[in-house]
Structures are given as C-alpha cells and as structure tokens.
C-alpha cells in the first residue's frame, strides 16, 4: 500500500512538473532577464507593462512586422508579430546585466576578456576581419557589446582601455546585415 501511495505522489510530481513550462537554463543568454525567443508576457513579467510600444509594418532584416516595446530610458525588446517571440534586445541603461555580468558603464577591456573566455568572436562577412566584441553564444544568439554610440554602427573600433560598453545587444545572427 505504501508503495502504491509513493508511485502515486511520484507520478503527480511528475505530472505537475512537466507541466510546468520550459525551464530557463542559468546559462542561457538574456539581458536583464530577457532571452531570445521569450514572448511578450515573459517579458512584460520580468519588466513590467510601463513601456511605449510601436509597430513596424516592414520586416526589414527581420523578416516579419514587430513590434517596439520601450521601456524607460535603455531597454528596448523587439517582438516578432507572427512569431510573437522577442527577436532582439538592446539595452543602454547600465542597470541591466547579461547573464555573464556584463553592463553597460563597464570597462570595455574586462567585458570582453570575460567573454572572450567562453565564448568565440566571428568574422564580418563583408571585411573577414574578426569583429571585437561581438560573441556567437549559442543557438545563432550574439551578444554584441557596443563601445561607441556615436558612430551609428554596432561596428567596434580597436578597444583601447579607456573605453566602456555603452550599449548591448542581444540578437540572432540572422538578422544581423
């Protein structure tokens, strides 16, 4: 009887378990909370709904309509409106950290050499040059540590020490020009 009452709790743990949703792996890459492929009550429990959203009818690189939600200053989410999954994360206020740690206002030489440790930089596919900053972490991800806001490109120049990341990205490389 015993034995019949523990396979029966076994069971429902199980059940409940799995019904639980997919669970997030520690190492997944996100910002702030925020993975690729979250859909928009994911994020919106993570940051809330105190957010300005627009909409954009041309796809462009992406390949669908989506969405802009932005949220206070620095956190934009880009959702896919037919795959209603977030296909891009750039964040400018130095209060959202990567999974590794990384934030914005860090020292741009730590930043990298900490995902240099675990992770490769690729190459442009238009100069074959590897492109500083920018890391392949998994699953077509990049995460794309931007030093220099100003030059309107996600292109990094020589990392010199006295830089500091000024923006993140978070986005598949198959949207990336």
């Known amino acids: 009887m015993k034995q019949i009452i523990a396979l029966a709790v076994v069971g429902v743990m199980l059940l409940i378990g799995g019904c639980a949703g997919e669970p997030r792996d520690e190492t997944t890459p996100s910002i702030g909370g925020i993975h690729l492929g979250d859909t928009r009550n994911q994020v919106t ?39 209603g999954k977030v296909m891009q994360v750039d964040v400018t206020a130095p209060d959202m950290a990567t999974d590794m740690g990384v934030k914005v206002g860090d020292k741009a030489i730590e930043a990298i050499a900490k995902y240099r440790e675990k992770y490769s930089e690729p190459e442009s596919i238009h100069s074959g040059e590897k492109l500083e900053g920018w890391f392949e972490v998994g699953e077509g991800a990049l995460v794309i540590l931007d030093v220099d806001r100003d030059d309107d490109t996600i292109v990094n120049p020589q990392i010199t ?3 500091e ?12 020009d």
């Open 165 to 176: 990341i000024e923006m993140i990205r978070l986005v598949y490389s198959r949207y990336i």
């Open 45 to 83: 429990d993570v940051l809330g709904n105190d957010y300005e959203e627009s909409f954009e009818e041309e796809g462009g690189h992406f390949g669908e309509p989506y969405y802009i939600l932005d949220y206070r200053e620095g956190v934009k989410v880009i959702i896919g409106k037919d795959s």
């Open 161 to 163: 020490s006295d830089m």
